[in-house]
């Protein structure tokens, strides 16, 4: 007997020649949000997919609710919920009825998906817009109408893959704290994301994963311990850069990384003095930065000592369609 809610193991699923997942493992405990963090391609949505019975496993197994997901996927869509990446609801029909349709797919009566619809519709600040049809929706409000609908039936196990995905400031907030009180009635959350920050908020438990397989595990704090207190972050001219190589060796006692893609070079620094050295010795070598600073780890320095590479994308920046490495 397992007492985990979702278990996870060796999972390989292959599209072709593509590996989306190569020798995926990952269980958690009921109660509890998990983030999972991956750049693009890491193999996220294929994870979520499997979990959620859209997507068989090419090899390996996986138990949802100690359900296995392909054994018995009716049994497993009777304990979850989901809301994909791509906003999947009815253009065609209003707000409301796409909430309460979905709330009556988990067998609640007429009424309680009323009233329940009613509640995530008001929390979600959808209210408003309750009775126009989705095809007058911005992008933001459809996302904000999935996610909705993924909770309306309250479900045991709530996928949510990329849930702030560009959606604004505020209405993130309100997700987040939506997403919390879930998680106090009971619901257990599997949650991908791209941002640093909300999985730092949200998750009591983090996964890195890359090329379709988990490479760190944690929680915020012991990920970021992975990297050091902070870091001192600089790019000098192309010129200098093995003499500063050699500099910050000398400092740190450890090879500094070096993200390829733009020549900026990071050490661990365990406090604001370690700045202060580089700067003089800098200095005496008469060399002049084109940018130094004092910051803390994000995802990048992560994936950056864990993996040697860069992230594809930092922690807010840009979504990059494919991954092209080396
Ligand atoms: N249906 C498919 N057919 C072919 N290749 C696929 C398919 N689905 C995913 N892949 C490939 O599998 C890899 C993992 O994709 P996946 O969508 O799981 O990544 P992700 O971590 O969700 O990325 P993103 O952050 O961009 O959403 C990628 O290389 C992707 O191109
Ligand atoms: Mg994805």
């Not at 590996?19 to 020798?23: E, N, S, T, V, Y």
């Not at 253009?91 to 209003?94: G, K, L, M, R, V």
């Given at each position: 007997m397992t007492t985990n809610i979702v278990d996870v193991h060796d999972v390989v699923r292959t599209f072709g020649e593509v590996?989306?997942?190569?020798?995926m493992s990952l269980s958690f405990e009921p109660g509890i949000i998990y983030g999972l963090l991956g750049p693009n391609g890491a193999g996220k949505t294929t994870l979520i997919r499997v979990l959620a019975t859209l997507l068989k496993p090419t090899s390996g197994s996986a138990t949802v609710a100690g359900i296995d997901v392909v054994a018995d996927p009716d049994a497993v869509r009777t304990r979850i919920g989901l809301a994909g990446q791509f906003a999947a609801v009815d253009?065609?029909?209003?707000g409301r009825e796409n909430v309460e349709m979905v709330g009556r797919l988990y067998n609640l009566s007429k009424r309680e998906a009323r009233r329940r619809t009613d509640e995530v519709l008001e929390r979600i600040d959808l209210m408003d817009a309750a009775?126009?049809?989705?095809?007058?929706?911005s992008g933001g409000m459809r996302r904000r109408l999935d996610l909705a609908a993924s909770m309306v039936g309250r479900p045991e196990v709530l996928f949510l893959d990329?849930?702030?995905?560009?959606?604004d400031p505020r209405s993130r907030l309100d997700i987040w704290s939506l997403i919390e009180d879930l998680v106090e009635r009971g619901t257990t959350i599997l949650l991908t994301t791209q941002y640093l920050d909300e999985a730092d908020q949200l998750a009591a438990r983090i996964g890195v994963i890359d090329r379709g397989t988990m490479i760190a595990e944690g929680t915020a704090d012991e990920l970021k311990d992975m990297v050091g207190g902070s870091v001192v972050q600089l790019t000098v001219p192309q010129e200098k850069q093995s003499t500063v190589v050699g500099l910050l060796r000398s400092v740190s006692g450890d090879e500094p990384t070096i993200?390829?893609?733009?020549g900026r070079m990071s050490i661990p620094a365990s406090s604001a003095q370690t700045l202060l050295t580089v700067a003089r010795k800098l200095e005496e070598a008469s060399i002049t930065p084109d940018d130094i600073g004092l910051r803390k780890p994000t995802l990048d320095d992560v994936f950056l000592s864990i993996t040697?590479?860069?992230?594809?994308?930092?922690?807010?920046g840009p979504k990059r369609p494919a991954r092209s490495r080396e």
């Open positions: 590996k989306a997942l190569d020798g253009a065609y029909q209003t009775d126009r049809q989705v095809k007058t929706y990329e849930p702030t995905a560009g959606i993200d390829q893609s733009n040697g590479h860069a992230a594809e994308v930092g922690e807010a």
